[in-house]
């Protein structure tokens, strides 16, 4: 059995590697923190030259038509690289419009987003701060205009940047799904300040929004299955990111740890020191198979493609924050200040452990599918 990376995905890797250490340095992500978009434009459109914001997207909207497997390497070397930008919410909006949009919807958005010209994001998360879908209790009502959404939608990324915003709501016939444009009268984007200062949360408020039919992805009342396959993919995605943060943090500290000296002798010929990066070595490794089995399983629709995302959520969501810690650790004195950049992946392991369900959620999950 075979565990390595295609020749294609190993390419795919590299390439995003370069890329992002020749253009997503460090000082780009400080520079962009007092940015009010917060991210860079050049290097948006030089991703979408490069075939990124199409990677799973159908071929005839100019995608490459791949899966979950080649988006989480994409996430793993951006999170390697605290990238700031909105690449993966907008991956989750054209996911969205793929399943359940129609051929207008498709043309208008999909083609858009793979050339750069258009973003997205989904607002999973309602007002009771709860991510089961049962929860969403933004309401959406009939109108002889289309329909009225009413609710509100904390923290969804990126939602200051974006063109479009695929928006769960509860009406009487169950749980849709409506693609939103930010100018729409009624709707209020309120920026929330975060932990991690390369990424931006937005409230959005839907104070009686009036969309047309046509903005309805699929039939009315029958977005739940998308909307929990959303989920599974931002639980996947976001391990994807926060392994990237973790191995670029335990990167660091060996490095370190081997040309930092005291009593005459480097730190990594010390005992704890050797066994804390050995951990972390450990969890990095079982936070890569956890991701990569996950995004394999939701390509392939496995059996447990449920319950592999949300191992992996739960397991990399504890193992990055405890590295990226550690790695602090490791540097001593230094890993503590604005000036290293130590705290760039600290943060964003940090910030993404919530998103898509943290470790209790996703452990709970797992409970009642073990129990069942």
């Not at 993966?88 to 919807?105: C, K």
């Not at 670029?248 to 370190?256: E, H, I, K, S, T």
């Amino acid at each position: 059995m075979d565990f390595s990376f295609t020749s294609d995905q190993q390419l795919l890797r590299n390439s995003a590697r370069a890329f992002l250490d020749e253009r997503c340095k460090p000082a780009l992500a400080r520079a962009l923190w007092d940015d009010p978009r917060g991210e860079s434009e050049a290097m948006w459109k030089d991703m979408a030259q490069l075939g990124w914001l199409g990677l799973a997207l159908p071929e005839a909207f100019g995608g490459a038509d791949l899966g979950m497997v080649e988006t989480a390497l994409l996430l793993e070397e951006m999170g390697r690289a605290a990238y700031p930008g909105p690449y993966f919410s907008t991956v989750l909006a054209a996911t969205a419009i793929v399943e359940l949009g129609s051929e207008a919807q498709k043309r208008r958005w999909l083609a858009a987003i793979a050339a750069g010209a258009a973003r997205g994001t989904v607002a999973l998360l309602d007002g009771a701060m709860d991510w089961t879908p049962a929860a969403v209790a933004t309401k959406a009502e009939r109108t002889a205009a289309g329909w009225s959404l009413t609710g509100t939608k904390p923290f969804v990324p990126w939602a200051h940047v974006a063109d479009v915003l695929a928006v769960p709501a509860r009406s009487s016939e169950g749980l849709s799904l409506f693609l939103v444009e930010p100018s729409t009268p009624g709707l209020t984007l309120s920026p929330v300040t975060g932990m991690d200062l390369s990424m931006r949360w937005t409230n959005v408020t839907l104070d009686g929004v009036t969309v047309p039919d046509d903005a309805v992805l699929g039939a009315p009342g029958q977005a739940l299955p998308l909307v929990e396959g959303l989920l599974r993919i931002g639980a996947v995605g976001a391990a994807a990111e926060m392994l990237g943060a973790a191995r670029r943090c335990l990167d660091m500290a060996v490095a370190y740890a081997k040309v930092r000296e005291q009593f005459g002798q480097p730190i990594g010929s010390f005992q704890a020191i050797r066994h804390k990066c050995a951990e972390m070595l450990l969890e990095v490794e079982n936070s890569h198979a956890a991701t990569y089995y996950a995004a394999w399983a939701l390509d392939a629709e496995a059996a447990d493609a449920e319950m592999a995302a949300s191992i992996a959520k739960a397991y990399v969501g504890d193992a990055a924050r405890r590295v990226c810690g550690e790695a602090i650790q490791v540097h001593g004195g230094i890993g503590f200040t604005w000036e290293y950049d130590l705290h760039l992946y600290f943060k964003r392991a940090k910030a993404l452990e919530v998103m898509y369900g943290d470790a209790d959620w996703h452990r709970e999950l797992i409970a009642r599918r073990v129990t069942a």
